[in-house]
Structures are given as structure tokens and as C-alpha cells.
């Protein structure tokens, strides 16, 4: 491994589901000698991409999990990770943008920018990741990159601009023209590992020009000197090269380049864009908190000498133990060195240390400040910062959105109920987004997720990885709940018949918090409660949002302050307080006008347009809200907020719908008042069970 | 419409509140003169949170652009008139208001035509009821529209009772108007046109001239202000008094 920084290239391949993305994660495996056979998605040889290394991803023909792999390209290290294609996978994706310095965005030339690279490119603006595009299976009836290409600056905003032109399209496309080098590039051979440069063909001279002037005129916006050597005719390619590198850094340029991973070509180019254009570790400023210095931001600095400093950005369950996928951002991480995990503050030593090919594994000595590796044999969450001893940095987290659906789980038997219980403490660990919860109630394993897939997912592995066997509940909505307005409390606990007694007094009031989170404020003056006594009425109001007094879901953006009370020198204990703390909010509460909260997702439905009408009627039915549509060349996309309630069954409505012609995707989008009606539902369901309960 | 939206209406549209209507009326057709990079697309997104902030139903057409850029300009601009007013705390429910009363379509690919504008109508009638009270047509540089067209689309606005804003870009270099006349490029279809505002940057701020109101061509310099940020009248519904 070379511990050139410059030349190491941490890049993710995103884009909607078919697009292609693992067909050419699999050519790039190919061309960069990690594998000798290609393997086809779904293959007809029973083996599958290597890159979709799950069972079920196989059998299902989709990415589920992100997979790591590390190759070796014109001297460049290069860590590729997978990410999925699916938007219940959020975190997934989320995870990978984390740790990510580029993305290549893949796009299909028939279908062209579709739902899912919509919510991918919105995530990838969120964690300013620099992206390159690459417009696959031109070799496909319909192909269009140009269309592709103006849909990128149209759809997406991107300032997009073609690096290459196709020679021949669709059965003939045979290759492509470079108009960075202006040359012709030919893919031979049985693989298209025999790379040919030949002249334009004249066909195309006229228009490779024309689009050569216009790269010059996009690029030349980021190099000044560019820009003189443009008008003085002497433009090179080291400097067009230099000057699209300045654009796609700055996430101002998205250089557009073309092939078809499946018959092979225009792989090879597009991972030499990937070293000309994407960025290297040094590039990207890493931001880090000092926790012994009260969270203080500090940049750190990709140095192979600093404080070793890593992020665990996935957990896989392998055949030796649990493998970790870490980051490393600064210093050196060898095989024998101990680091401290700063979330626990324990030591852990370094045994095993390995670069992973999807899932094959090598071993390695040392990973540089930049690099991703695996390490065997820690137990950690995803999230986890590691630090040599020093100072206690850790990686700012994630962002992580909070569950939005739930289902109940019984296993079958009490061989059932083991594997279960280690499948969800490894899932768990795993994956942020996916939590699990016992109803103290109902005694029922509750598993909360981002989506019907994202659960759906889950129980199958457990009955797949862990044999255990499950049975589940009906899907879910989590909802809130939450006050709408100020409310004051008074309330006085006092039991003092006959031995220890308990007496606590509290005043003052609840009102909605400014950023949904729960707040609590002391306002006390003059000791009239001691100091010891406010952590527990703290506690308090704390508990009693876990089970709001509306449906019995949590209650969100409470901000509680207490300003007078009143103790006993004799009968007054946190226990009492906290009673009186609970006792208090569940009197303001029903003042305070709480209202349900329901969950809405973003939602984005594309088809033809002549389905227009029938894709506007099915959102308004499910109390969608159209936030606008889009027209572009006989298609149509629609973006509404629906609650989450309402989607379910969505997917087969929307097929019968469409004659199977649309598709949508979704993604969280905020939590939102209910409507009337619905909470008056949700009310009667609720109180028609507790009475059920108590019958029993 | 309750007071607090009235109290936020700081579009230069609120000069034009007469005999108890917001904007010009049904069938009407205003249009925001300016050079590039003066601000019409801000000019008529004021336009379209303050017909909103009026009680009216918007719809807001746009060519080459995508529908987050453009909500992301209506929620800018209603957060900057609830920061003026102070009243920040009600940005989540105007917010929502907004989002129920406005329908953002933009076609992309050129496949802009008045055909599908008429089409866009229907569907938005028959599928979701949403009649809209001003239609905003941005960027209609990027399209073939000419006096017959423009004629079309207002008897298209009538029919439903809508008003119409577009923003008409004038060139430094370009002729000056001819008196009593629009300026290039409106000139050639001023018969159509019932209002009209001109975009002056100067000093600081940016002066807004009227040059035609109900008909008859005005060009006066009434001394209003926009802020060069927001667009928006300087001193609020108070500057226009």
C-alpha cells in the first residue's frame, strides 16, 4: 500500500435500483484483476455478482447491505463501497455518503434520472459529496445519453457537461469518443479489456468539436488559465483536466461519461475520471469534536504520523466474528496497536487487520490516514469513534432519522426465541435505524424500522442467518404526540399517614419547545427545592413522555420549567418528587391541548404521462398533499407528502393503477399534526383497547 | 385570511389592491421588467406568497428548473416576512398553508407548450380541485410564446378566473422604449399586457418603476424601494401609502 495519500480514492456507486450499478461494480472488479470470471446479477451460473455477497441479495437481485471492496487502478488506491439502490436502506446509503470523499452516480440511458437518484443526489448535496456521472446501458433500445446528460442539469440542478460522445448507439454502440483527449476509444477483446485509441470517426468529428468547445466553456469557469489557453487555441488536456477536477471538487461541475457495464464498455475511463476528478483524502476537511474539550470542533488532519483516529461505519457478521468497516482519518492504525474507544473509553488492541474484496478478505499490516479497512474481534456500535491516547476525539455522528414503523414478532418456539434475540442484538448494532423494544404491556417484542422493506428484510434474515423461526404482527404507524400550547402546574404529593411519609411540592408549566426536543429548565429560586431533588423531578417529566395520555405513544417537544415548589425536611425523597413531577405533567398535559403527530413521508411517483391524472387522485386519496409535478418528454413525475399511514398497499394500487407503468419512491419526511378525523380515530382505537385490557 | 397573512404582504402586487381585490383580476396580465440578474424571479415569487398570503390558490410554472429550487424560494421568502414581523414561531403552519394553495409544475426537456399548460389545468381541476387564482408563468424567455399566444393564455386565465404574472427580460444593450411604449422585447405584445413593473437597480436598493396599470401606460417613478435581497417592498403595505 502506498502511503502517497493523494492517490487513495474512497468512492461510492449510487443510483436507482436497475440502473446497473452492480453489473459495473463487478467490470470494475474485473478490469482491476480482483476477480478473473464475470458474474452477472441474478446469474444464469448460480454464482451472482460478487459485489451482492448476502443470499438474499442474490436471490432478490438487489444490494442490501453496503459491501466494501479495495482496488488498485493506474497506480490509485481505490475503496469502492456498494451502497443499495432501495430508499428503505436509507441508512445504508446515509453511511456510505459518511465516509465517502466521491460518488460515481450511475444512470440508465433509456430510463434516464429516475426517483431513486433523485433522493440519492438530495442525500449526496446533504454530505457535499463531489460526484461524477456515468450513463450506462447505452448498448440498450431507446439509449440517450444527451437526453440523460440535459435531464442531470434539469431534474437535479447539476451543471452537467458530456466528457465523452458515443459512437454508435443502442446494438451499435461500439465505443466512445474522448473529448478531453479527442480521440476515439474502442473496448476489444471478449471482456473489452483490450482498450484501442483510433481517430474521431468522421461522422462525428463535427459534433465532437462543437461539444469540445463547450467543455471548454464550462471548465474554463474554474481555471483562469484554462480560460487564456481556450482563447489562445492551446488548451491541453492536463489543463481541462485540472480545470473539471476545480468544477467537480467545488460541487459546481458534473462531468457526464457513457458505456454499457454489460457489453463492456466505457468501464475503464470511467475509473480513470474516478483518479483525474474525484477527490483524494486531503481534499475533503474532516470535521472531528474534542470531548475533553466540551465537544469543540477540530479539524483533523489526514496525516499518517497524527493521533490515530477511526470510524466504524458498518458491522458484518462473518464466518471469524464480527468484522468492523472503519475509516481511518488521521495517523496510522497497525495490526498489534491498542486504541481507545472513545463512546466507552476502553481500550482495544488491533489483532486482526484486512482489506476486504467484497467478501474475501486480506490481510494487511497498517492502513493510512484515508484509507478503509476491516478489523476482527472489537465489539462496537456503527457510529463508534477510535483514538490512539491523546486527545478523546470523535467523529461528528450521523445523521440518523428516527423510526417510523413498527411490527410485533413472536418466535415460534423457545429454540426460536434464542436466535432471535442474537439476530436482533446483531441487527441492532448494525443498523441505527432499525431498534427493538419489549411492550411492557403486551409483553410483545416490538421491531421499529424505516419502512415495510426495511422490516420485511430484517425478519427474513433472521429466519435465514439465525434460524429463527417468526411470526409477525400487522404493520405499525409510530406516532407522537404533542402539546400545542403553555400550561401551568401545581401539584402537591404528599402521603403522611403513619410511618416514612412522602411530601413534594411542584410548580410551573410545560409549553411546546422551539426544535421538538424535550427541554427541562430550572427556574428555582431561593432553594425552596433543594438541589438534590431537581434531577428527579428531571426524571420525572422525562419518564412521562414515554406514554403520552392521548394514544400511549411518546410525547415529542415538551419543554418543562419549574419555578417554585416546596419540600419536607423529613418526608421529601426523589421518589416523591419524581411522583410529583409525573403527577404534575399528567395534570398540565390535558390543559395543554396535546394533539397526534403522525408520521409523513416524501414521496415521488414517475410514469408516463398520460398517467398524470390517475397518479394526482391516488395521492389526494391517501391525504397526500401535491407538492408540484414535473413534464419532461412524455414523462411525469409527481412529489407529495403523504402520511405513512396511508401508503401501505400503495405499490400494488399505484401498479393496477398504471398497468404497472409508474413506480415511486419515499423517504421520511416530517412528523405533522393528524387530522381530526384521524386522531378521533386513532383516540377511539385507543381507548376501545385500554377497556379491552381492563375487561380482561 | 387572518390578520397576521395581511400583516405580512409586503409585495410590490399589494400596490395594485383595489376595489377590495389583491391583484389586477381575473384575465389580467402583469409583468416584471427587469435586465438579467435584477431579481424578476424573486419579484414573482413575492407575488405568489402574497397571493397566498391573500387566501388565493397559486400556481407557479416554471421551465428547466426543479421543484425543490422553487419551494425552497417560497419558503426563503416566507421566512424572511415572518422574521421582518417577528412572528417566526408561525413559520410551520404558514408554511403548510402555502403548501396546500400552491402547485409548482415545471417542464423540463422542452416540453413547455400551451396545450400542456391548458392540460396541467384540467388535471389539476379534475384530479385535485385545485383551481388556482394567479398562475405564475417563470422563465418564459426559454419559450416560443408571441402576441397570439400570449392572447390565448390570458383567455385561458379568464375562463377560470385566474390572473397572470410573467417576467420579461430587457437588454442593457438593447433599444430603448419608444414613448408611450413598453420597452424591447414587450413592445411586441403590449396590447396584452394590463400591468407592468420595471426593476431599476440603484445605489443600494432596487427602484421600482409602474409603467402601465389598469390599461393606459403610467411610467412613473412613485419612489418605491425594494430590498436588493428579498425583493420586497422596503416598509412593507405601509410604502405603498
Redesign the interface.
Known sequence: MSSDIQKIRNIGISAHIDSGKTTLTERILFYTQRIHAIHDVKGKDGVGATMDHMELERERGITITSAATHVEWSDHHINIIDTPGHVDFTIEVERSLQVLDGAVLVLCAVAGVQSQSITVD?QMKRYKVPRIAFVNKCDRSGANPQ?VT??L?????HNAVLLQLPIGLEANFEGVVDLVEMRAIYFRGDNGEQIEYGEIPAELQAEAEERHAELLDAASMFSDELMEAALEERATPELIREAVRAGVLSLELTPVFIGSAYKNKGVQPMMDAVTHYLPNPTDVPIEAIDLDQDGAAVELQPDPEGQTVAYAFKLDEGRYGQLTFLRVYQGTMRKGDTVIQTRTRKKIKIGRLVRMHADKMEDIEAAVAGDIVGIFGIDCHTGDTFAAAGPRINMTSMYVPDPVISLSVHPVDSKAQDNMSKALSRFTKEDPTFRVKLDAESNETIISGMGELHLDVYVERMKREYAAEVETGAPQVAYREAISRRSDFDYLHKKQTGGSGQYAKVVGYIEPS?DGEYEFVDEIRGGRIPTEYIPACDKGFRASLDKGALIGFPVVGVRAVLTDGNSHAVDSSDMAFMTASRMAFREAYKKAKPRILEPVMRVSVEGPGEF???I??SL?QRRG??????????FARV?A?VPLAEMFGYSTDLRSGTQGKAEFTMEFSKY?PAPREVSEELLKKYRSNVSDEEDA | MTDLMISLRRSPRTLLERDGHPGPGPGKLGLVMARAGVGKTAVLTGIGVDAMLSGQKVLHVSIERTIDKIREWYDEKLVEMLKHNKKLDHLGPLQLTMERNRHIHTFVGQSFSLERIRHTLDLLRDAMEFVPAVIILDRTEYTELNPDSIAELKAMAAEIGAEIWMACRTHRDGPPAAPGHLPPPADTFEGEVDVAFSLVPQDAKVRLHVIKDQDEMVDKDLNILLDPQTLLLVTGVAAKK
Open positions: 438530495r437526453r440535459r435531464a442539469c434539469d431534474k437535479l440542478g422551539t398524470q391524472g390517475t394526482y387522485k389526494m398533499t401535491v407538492l408540484g409535478s414535473t413534464e419532461d418528454a412524455g412529489d407528502d405533522a
